[in-house]
Every structure is written in C-alpha cells, then in structure tokens.
C-alpha cells in the first residue's frame, strides 16, 4: 500500500474543495458548521499554498488523491487536521497520512509539537490521534473539544 505525501498546488483546489463539503467534515469541523463556498475555498486555500507558515499537504495513493493534511502554525506549535476521502477510509490510510507528514516535519526540526482539537464524538478522529501517541491535554466543556498533543522529542 504505497503513500507518498507532496505540499499541496494550485491544481488541488478543486479536490480540496469537495472534500470540504463532505457531510460529516462539516459535521466535525471546529470552526464551521456550513458548506463552505469555492470563492471562501479558493480565498482559504491560496493563503496555505503561498504560506512559508502554515502548511497543507496532499495524500497520493496510486497516483489519486485521497487526503489532506493542514498544519497551522501557532507560537511554533503546528495545529494539524485531515481530511480523507470517503473512498479511502476505514483502510489504515489517514494514520499512514498523519506519520508520514509527522515524519517529514521531523527531518527539519528533531524537536517540534503537534497538537489536534478534536470533538468529543468524533471517535475515529479520537481513536486515531491516540493511536499515533498523542496525549490528551484538556477538555473544553462548554463546545466538547478535546485538545490533544504530541512532542516529536518524546517520539
């Protein structure tokens, strides 16, 4: 099961952009609770593709595209989500995703941390970051977000 990871392009847009819309992203996304519009996308994602900050990475399998990493950097800690595509669940391929782009953020920096807001009910997102040896931090009672964290240092 080959995976290779790349920084996300320009030709991208249009593959981002639906899995941004899928149902249950919006269902389990923080910060929106809507479908987003291609004009928002395009706004959104130009901003990660031009960043020297915050980071977007595309998941190839077998030359398709099946998932995305963003990496926000804040404070020098990088605030990652993921999406995959509803094709490509549920086979093991988002945790080869998520070590693949921890990995190569490591080559740069030995020292460097992740940390992921995940809502409560989203088990899989849960199950997943755990599983890559993420530590629970807090929960926020008001809104149900965990916030998890990880110290490549520790790794």
Known sequence: ?????R?????DLKKTFEWANYKDVIKNSINRNSKV?????SS??????????????IAIHEKKKIG??????????????????????NKNFSSK?????IKKMKINNKKIVFKAEIKAENLP???????????????????NIILYKLSTNLC
């Not at 920084?7 to 030709?11: L, N």
């Not at 959104?44 to 990475?57: A, D, G, H, Q």
């Not at 995703?97 to 782009?101: D, I």
């Not at 040896?133 to 009672?141: A, C, D, P, T």
């Open 37 to 41: 519009s291609l004009f928002e996308h």
């Open 125 to 143: 997102s849960n199950r997943l970051i755990k599983g890559l040896g993420f530590r629970k931090l807090y929960s926020r009672q008001n809104n």
């Open 97 to 101: 995703m998520l070590n693949k782009v």
């Open 1 to 5: 099961m080959s995976l290779t990871i």
């Open 68 to 89: 995305m990493v963003r990496l926000d950097n804040k404070k020098n800690e990088f605030y990652l989500g993921y999406v995959i595509d509803k094709k490509y669940r």
């Open 7 to 11: 920084k996300a392009k320009i030709i």
């Open 44 to 57: 959104w994602f130009n901003k990660y593709v031009t960043s020297n900050k915050n980071l977007l990475f």
